[in-house]
Nanobody, 114 residues
Framework: QVQLVESGGGLVQAGGSLRLSCAAS????????MSWYRQASGKERELVAR???????IYADSVKGRFTISRDHTKDTTDLQMNSLKTEDTAIYYC????????WGQGTQVTVSS
């Protein structure tokens, strides 16, 4: 079992920055990858960024060059630094751990105003 708690969401103007953090606890040694997903109103949940246990990262085309995912093993956190935010980045952002199963946080709202 893995438990995830997100923090750092909020309201920001377009062009601004936010940093999301996901604190993990439980059977952390089983985690193979940590990801951030998002779901905008009326849309399906989509992958934003992923970091695997060997440090490999992947990003959605829409966030490449603007978002950075990182993992701090000393703090058991996975962060998503979001720069140059756009209104279309508005969504609920979810932390995901791929371990012996899929685990999800409760989500944190990010709202980007024009």
């Amino acid at each position: 079992q893995v438990q995830l708690v997100e923090s750092g969401g909020g309201l920001v103007q377009a062009g601004g920055s936010l940093r999301l953090s996901c604190a993990a606890s439980g059977r952390l040694f089983t985690i193979k990858a940590m990801s951030w997903y998002r779901q905008a109103s009326g849309k399906e949940r989509e992958l934003v960024a992923r970091i695997t246990s060997d440090g490999t990262t992947i990003y959605a085309d829409s966030v490449k060059g603007r978002f950075t995912i990182s993992r701090d093993h000393t703090k058991d956190t996975t962060d998503l630094q979001m720069n140059s935010l756009k209104t279309e980045d508005t969504a609920i952002y979810y932390c995901n751990a791929f371990a012996l199963g899929d685990y999800w946080g409760q989500g944190t709202q990010v709202t980007v105003s024009s």
